[in-house]
């Protein structure tokens, strides 16, 4: 069984930060990409950020600038800092990994239960 936990979530007024956290625990052999997705009511699941194992990230159009992902591979962990928030940042926010459970085998897509981040005008 493989697990994200997920916190950071919570209600700010616009233009405020957030910090987001995300742990994958489990039987892990390795974890390649783990990337953050968002969900506002209404819409579709979007990706927010995403990195690999070596670094390299990915940003949607709509946060570039103002939020951060980061990682630690030993703790197969990330972060995404979220600065200047937006009402348009509302959305229940997902942690999304790539994990590989067995040497050899694929990865497999495993998702956190998601938290709730709500931003005030």
């Known amino acids: 069984q493989v697990h994200l936990a997920e916190s950071g979530g919570g209600l700010v007024q616009a233009g405020g930060s957030l910090r987001l956290s995300c742990a994958a625990s489990?039987?892990?052999?390795?974890?390649?990409?783990m990337a953050w997705f968002r969900q506002a009511p209404g819409k579709q699941r979007e990706l927010v950020a995403g990195i690999t194992k070596s670094g390299r990230t990915r940003y949607a159009d709509s946060v570039k600038g103002r939020f951060t992902i980061s990682r630690v591979n030993a703790e197969n962990t990330i972060y995404l800092q979220m600065n200047s928030l937006e009402p348009g940042d509302t959305a229940v926010y997902y942690c999304?990994?790539?994990?590989?459970?067995?040497?050899?085998?694929?990865?497999?897509?495993?998702w956190g239960q998601g938290t709730q981040v709500t931003v005030s005008s």
């Open positions: 999304q990994a790539d994990v590989v459970i067995t040497r050899g085998r694929s990865p497999v897509s495993r």
């Open positions: 489990g039987s892990i052999f390795s974890v390649d990409e």
